[in-house]
């Protein structure tokens, strides 16, 4: 199938949302907590709405699964999964490491990937079988092969307090061995970079499909490798995602067991 008009809707979804963003960056009025440590500030809503709007524009039959607003019109086959803005707790903090996300699914296959960072002007995107670009230049992996001379990153679940201890363990086990070790704050933007070689791999648990939908094709797209802990295919409703080069995917997956 060819999904362009859907890109094209996509990207101009991100790039509205992402004059909302900036027009609110450092400047947010309200911050209120849906969970325990979980935010959402008017940037998100107010992104979310946008995205929403524009999609419902042109494909108003078309299921939505949004972070804030959750699932509308579940029984069609076409489904867009939004992030309005992820690395909320950055973006409340005035730290310019977010995102939004927009990815589609069709009969739950994910076949189309947006992720746009507002301040960077950086646009990743990606179609089932077409591979990945960054703003509009195609990008894949790195050619890393050792797990020493890589680059990776991980994020931590808000309730990182209840399953402590494989966190750490899993942490500490990679940071022993690899080049180096960060923490940014945004899933889609960490798988990004996957993606288009910045760093060799990504993992984390308890992420939701808003998370990883249009990053997980992405990074695909670009030639990685995307899979859960234990190796298993990944698809966007399991708790846990490596990505990596797939050149070091194996190292990843002896490292993450605990």
């Not at 591979?131 to 992996?141: E, F, H, S, T, W």
């Not at 020493?148 to 750490?168: C, D």
Request: hydrophobic share 45%.
């Amino acid at each position: 199938m060819n999904f362009e008009t859907h890109q094209e809707v996509a990207v101009t979804a991100a790039k509205r949302a992402a004059g909302i963003l900036q027009s609110r960056f450092g400047n947010i009025s309200r911050i209120r907590k849906k969970a325990a440590e979980e935010i959402v500030t008017e940037a998100d809503t107010e992104s979310e709405k946008e995205i929403i709007a524009i999609i419902r524009s042109s494909f108003p039959g078309h299921g939505i699964l949004s972070e804030e607003c959750g699932m509308m019109n579940p029984s069609s086959e076409y489904r867009w999964i939004i992030d309005p803005l992820d690395g909320t707790v950055n973006f409340a903090h005035r730290v310019p490491i977010f995102c939004i996300s927009i990815a589609l699914t069709f009969n739950g296959e994910v076949v189309l990937g947006v992720v746009f960072n507002p301040l960077s002007g950086e646009l990743f995107s990606a179609v089932s079988g077409k591979g990945a670009q960054l703003n509009g230049r195609p990008i894949k992996v790195s050619s890393v092969a050792d797990i020493s001379a890589s680059l990776l990153v991980t994020g931590f679940a808000y309730n990182v307090n209840e399953i402590f201890n494989p966190v750490i363990t899993r942490y500490g086990n990679c940071l022993k061995v690899a080049q180096g070790l960060r923490r940014l704050g945004s899933a889609a933007l960490d798988l990004c970079y996957v993606a288009c070689g910045r760093f060799e791999g990504f993992w984390e648990q308890n992420l939701k499909p808003w998370d990883t939908a249009a990053g997980c094709l992405i990074v695909a797209e670009a030639g990685g490798q995307v899979t859960t802990f234990s190796n298993q295919p990944f698809t966007v409703d399991h708790l846990e995602i490596l990505a990596t080069n797939g050149r070091v995917h194996g190292e990843m997956i002896e490292l993450l067991k605990v």
